[in-house]
């Protein structure tokens, strides 16, 4: 049986080998894992947000003044721009800016008139009378929110004549009755767009004829 030799005077004692190698590999490992964790946590960070940004809703947006991109086409209405509807979307305004009121500030936006072609005409509540109107709609918003108007025209339509049908013929000849019917008309037709666009944006509802019999 040999004996170890021990070292000369003066030279190194000889190292031991078996144990570096896998502490070595340990901390190598270890950052690899700690590196991926956080290259993965930055990833799912960054596609979290360009998510959310994807699903931001494309809606219409406010036109300012001097930007219009219809021209008018047609006139106001008898009713005047007492603005009785709820065309104002509480959702992002011109250039990202949202909105706070239920209408959008005249003096700051452009607004588009549009003249629905064909009259209504519709018996009244509980009467023989008839109700025979002309309409046209406003809106602070730009050009698709009209798009979306001509686009469900049928709907649009029946939900008007629904709410001409359900006017009493002892208020619907007054001022108050008048407007009361502005406010009834503009969300109707609100009501049609959201449900099938998501978006409503009609301001108010113009009369350009008025005959009640």
């Known amino acids: 049986m040999s004996k170890t030799e021990a070292p000369a005077d003066g030279a190194p004692a000889p190292k031991k080998k078996g144990k570096l190698k896998p502490l070595l590999l340990f901390g190598v490992g270890g950052a690899l894992l700690l590196g991926g964790g956080v290259g993965a946590g ?39 721009h007492e603005s009785g509807g709820e065309g104002g979307e509480a959702t992002a305004g011109a250039h990202g800016a949202p909105l706070t009121d239920a209408h959008p500030d005249p003096s700051k936006y452009e607004a588009t008139y549009f ?47 629904m709410v001409l049908a359900d006017q009493d013929p002892n208020v619907i000849g007054t001022p108050p009755g008048k407007k009361a019917l502005q406010t009834a008309l503009t969300k109707s037709i609100n009501d049609v767009l959201r449900q ?14 008025f005959i009640v019999q």
């Open 42 to 80: 930055l990833y799912a960070a960054g596609a979290g947000g360009g998510g959310a940004h994807a699903e931001e809703k494309d809606v219409p947006k406010l036109v300012p003044k001097g930007e219009g991109e219809h021209k008018a086409e047609s006139g106001e209405g008898g009713g005047g």
């Open 115 to 161: 003249a629905m072609e064909q009259p209504f005409t519709s018996n009244l509540q509980d009467s023989d009378g008839l109700i025979q109107v002309s309409l046209g709609v406003s809106t602070y918003y730009d050009g698709r929110v009209i798009d979306n108007l001509k686009r469900h025209e049928m709907p649009v339509r029946s939900a008007i004549l």
């Open 196 to 209: 099938k666009e998501g978006f409503g944006g009609i301001d108010d509802v113009y009369f350009s004829s």
